[in-house]
C-alpha cells in the first residue's frame, strides 16, 4: 500500500511537472510566432500606412514621449520608435536564422563523417572545434565583424563561427556510440558504402538534439548581435536594429528619454525569452528522463 502511494504520489509530482513544462514552452511558441508575424508583416503594414518609414526622421526633430500618433515615442533624431522596433524584428531574424542555419550546415556533416571515420580526421577536427569553443562567442564574433564588415550576410558569418562547434561536438559524440550498433554493422555487412549509412542510418539518430540548439543558439544569437549593434558593428547605421538603437539612446538616457531604450529592450528580451522557452520545452520532448 505505501508503495502504491509513493508510486502514485511521483506520478502525480512528475504530471505537474510536464504540465508546467508544457505551458511554458507553449508560451515560447506563441512569443516566438508572435515575433515572426511581425517581422512577415511590417513592410506590409508600412505600405499600407500604418507604421511608420523607420529610416524617415520628422522634419522637425523633436523627441516626443509614448502615445499620439507616435505610440512608442520618438527618438531625439525624429525616428519613430515604435517602427524601428517591429523593423528591428525583421532585422534580428534575417541575421539569426541565417547564422544558425550556416553553422548547422558546417557542423553537423562534420560531426557525423568525423564521429563515424575517427582516426586523425577526427583528432584535427576535435581539436580545431575545441579551440574554436574556447573563445568567448561575443569576442569571437567582434573580432570577425571588424574583418568581414557590415550587412546582414556578414553579420550572419561573424555569428555563425562560434556555434559550429556545438552541432559538431553533439552529432560526433552520438553517431561516435550509434555507429556500434547492430543495425550499422549489418548495413555494413550488407555492403552499404559509408555516404549511405551516413545519411540513411545515422543522419536521423543522431540528429534530435539540433532543433533544441538551434533554437537556444538562436536566443544568443539576438543578445549577440545586440551586443555587435551596441558597438557599432554588424548591421549598416541606418537599419533598425535594436542593438544599435539602444546605443543610440544611452546618451538620452540622462535627460529623461527613457522610452527610446525601454522598447527595443523589452523587444529583444521578450524574444530571447521566448526562444529559450521553446528550446527548453523541445528539450523536454526529445529527452523526458532530463525531467
Not at 505551458?23 to 508600412?46: D, H, N, R, W, Y
Not at 523633436?62 to 517602427?83: K, L
Not at 574556447?134 to 574583418?147: E, M, N, W
Not at 544611452?250 to 531604450?261: Q, S
Request: proline fraction near 5%; hydrophobic fraction near 50%.
Amino acid at each position: 500500500m505505501t508503495l502504491t502511494r509513493l508510486r502514485l504520489s511521483h506520478l502525480l509530482r512528475f504530471s505537474r511537472y510536464a504540465s508546467l513544462s508544457m505551458k511554458l514552452m507553449a508560451v515560447g511558441v506563441i512569443i516566438t510566432l508572435v515575433f515572426i508575424l511581425i517581422a512577415i508583416f511590417a513592410p506590409a503594414f508600412q505600405a499600407w500606412g500604418w507604421l511608420q518609414d523607420p529610416t524617415a526622421s520628422l522634419i522637425n526633430p523633436i523627441h516626443e514621449p509614448p502615445g499620439g500618433e507616435h505610440w512608442f515615442g520618438t527618438t531625439r533624431q525624429g525616428y519613430d520608435v515604435f517602427s524601428r522596433t517591429l523593423f528591428g524584428t525583421q532585422a534580428a531574424l534575417k541575421v539569426v536564422i541565417l547564422a544558425t542555419s550556416l553553422s548547422l550546415i558546417i557542423g553537423v556533416p562534420l560531426g557525423l563523417v568525423s564521429g563515424y571515420l575517427g582516426g586523425r580526421l577526427d583528432r584535427v577536427l576535435l581539436f580545431l572545434m575545441d579551440t574554436i569553443y574556447t573563445l568567448p562567442g561575443l569576442l569571437l564574433s567582434i573580432t570577425l565583424a571588424f574583418v568581414v564588415g557590415r550587412g546582414v550576410f556578414n553579420a550572419a558569418i561573424a555569428l555563425s563561427i562560434s556555434y559550429v562547434p556545438q552541432y559538431y561536438r553533439v552529432v560526433r559524440n552520438h553517431t561516435a556510440s550509434v555507429k556500434t550498433e547492430l543495425f550499422i554493422e549489418a548495413a555494413q555487412a550488407m555492403g552499404a558504402s559509408p555516404g549511405r549509412v551516413l545519411s540513411r542510418y545515422l543522419f536521423l539518430n543522431v540528429i534530435q538534439s539540433v532543433p533544441v540548439l538551434f533554437t537556444l543558439n538562436a536566443a544568443d544569437a539576438i543578445l549577440i548581435l545586440g551586443g555587435l549593434g551596441f558597438l557599432g558593428l554588424g548591421l549598416p547605421e541606418d537599419t533598425p536594429e535594436w542593438g544599435h538603437d539602444l546605443r543610440q539612446a544611452l546618451d538620452a538616457l540622462p535627460t529623461g528619454i527613457w522610452w527610446t531604450a525601454l522598447f527595443p529592450g523589452l523587444a529583444m528580451t521578450s524574444m530571447v525569452v521566448g526562444l529559450s522557452l521553446l528550446g527548453e520545452g523541445l528539450t523536454e520532448i526529445i529527452n523526458p528522463r532530463g525531467r
